[in-house]
């Protein structure tokens, strides 16, 4: 599953470990209790992008540069900036019911209690669709490209791309999880998204056929899809997080015992 190598890569490695310590969980239950989230959540994606609204949707969450910085900063994973941009991914993603239904289970197959798995779950969503961003956005990104044109109007002056609004800035100690990887201060500047995902966002909800003629959906589904490869089932799944993230298991269990 690409999408898991990723994530248990991000930090230099450290993700799992670095959301054990902000979230006061051992490693061993943030292990399965992400692998629940992140097989919910792509589930969720995957059952929804045949719907040209989502896909449109989808696109534009992936063109928001902000989450990227969630994935592979530390110090954002206890921040307020985070729970709001996550919880705007979930709402994307999941829905609310479906979110709720997503913390319950998660909570439960990790031993953890609701009201952590309730804040973990939003910082695993804006890390996933970090990740899921890093991985299509070349090729999201190439699906606008004319031939000889490289820059994406974002880049531009005057270029077509908006840039949304900064997300809030909260004092240290304004969310309840809060460890020794952050405090609670978010991001200080508009986020930048990308100006190609903008528009190819906008040819999915119109229908418009793509430089070259292709349906935009339709091509976007196919950079998408291997991303989205569900695994076969639960022990497969945490066999997979296990041979991708042990390393960062095993140096927060030295740290412990040190």
């Given at each position: 599953m690409p999408i898991l190598d990723r994530l248990s890569k991000a930090q230099g490695g450290q993700a799992f470990a670095n959301l054990a310590r902000a979230f006061h969980?051992?490693?061993?239950?943030?292990?399965p209790a992400v692998g629940a989230m992140v097989g919910a959540l792509i589930a969720q994606i995957d059952a929804k992008t045949r719907s040209r609204r989502f896909l449109a949707r989808l696109v534009e969450l992936l063109g928001e540069r902000a989450h990227h910085q969630v994935l592979e900063n530390p110090t954002m994973l206890?921040?307020?900036?985070?729970?709001?941009?996550?919880?705007?991914a979930l709402n994307v993603v999941a829905g609310r019911e479906a979110s709720k239904q997503i913390t319950r289970q998660a909570a439960a197959q990790a031993g953890a209690s609701e009201m952590i798995a309730e804040y973990l779950l939003p910082v695993i969503a804006a890390m996933?669709?970090?990740?899921?961003?890093?991985?299509?956005?070349?090729?999201?990104?190439?699906?606008?490209?004319?031939?000889?044109?490289?820059?994406?109007?974002?880049?531009?002056?005057?270029?077509?791309?908006?840039?949304?609004?900064?997300?809030?800035?909260?004092?240290?100690?304004?969310?309840?999880?809060?460890?020794?990887?952050?405090?609670?201060?978010?991001?200080?500047?508009?986020?930048?998204?990308?100006?190609?995902?903008?528009?190819?966002?906008?040819?999915?909800?119109?229908g418009a056929a793509l430089p070259g003629g292709r349906d935009a959906a339709d091509a976007t589904r196919r950079i998408l899809a291997p991303l989205l490869a569900l695994p076969r089932g639960r022990l497969d799944w945490i066999a997979r997080l296990r041979a991708f993230g042990g390393n960062a298991f095993k140096t927060a269990r030295a740290h412990k015992r040190q």
């Open positions: 969980l051992p490693p061993t239950k943030v292990e206890g921040t307020t900036s985070t729970q709001v941009l996550g919880n705007q996933l669709v970090g990740a899921l961003a890093d991985a299509s956005r070349e090729g999201l990104e190439s699906l606008m490209r004319r031939d000889g044109d490289e820059t994406d109007p974002a880049d531009t002056p005057g270029g077509a791309a908006p840039v949304i609004a900064p997300l809030p800035q909260v004092a240290a100690g304004g969310v309840g999880f809060s460890g020794s990887t952050g405090g609670g201060i978010g991001l200080a500047r508009p986020v930048a998204v990308s100006g190609r995902l903008v528009a190819l966002a906008e040819s999915i909800r119109e």
